[in-house]
Nanobody
């Protein structure tokens, strides 16, 4: 079974930090780019980041650039999203997506071959 599982979400105050993890299993992790995307209540998906299969290429959405950092440890089949200087607008369910296709937006849900996690809730509030 091909799957990715997110963890690390929670409640944090504005200005705080969280580190999300995405643990992969059932597929060759280092052949896949890892995306993070998020969905706020009542909103569509907003692309957060992508990191290439080798970890060399990283890009971020405008709203998180400079605050979030994507990393990965292929030996552990794990990708991470370090989130700093969190803002209330960062509140969302965060999803990890593994894809063979490199792009600068959220992989479409209709696109075959991608592996989506179940999501982890991140809430930024005072």
């Amino acid at each position: 079974e091909e799957q990715v599982v997110e963890s690390g979400g929670g409640l944090v105050q504005p200005g705080g930090s969280l580190r999300l993890s995405c643990v992969a299993s059932g597929f060759t992790f280092d052949l896949y780019h890892i995306f993070w995307t998020r969905q706020a209540p009542g909103k569509g998906f907003e692309w957060v980041s992508v990191i290439s299969e080798d970890g060399i290429y990283k890009r971020y959405g405008d709203s998180v650039e400079g605050r979030f950092t994507a990393t990965r440890d292929n030996a552990l089949n794990t990708a991470y999203l370090q989130m700093d200087s969190l803002e209330p607008e960062d509140t969302a369910v965060y999803y990890c997506v593994a894809s063979r296709l490199l792009r600068l937006d959220t992989p479409p849900r209709t696109e075959t071959g991608n592996i989506w996690g179940q999501g982890t809730q991140v809430t930024i509030a005072s």
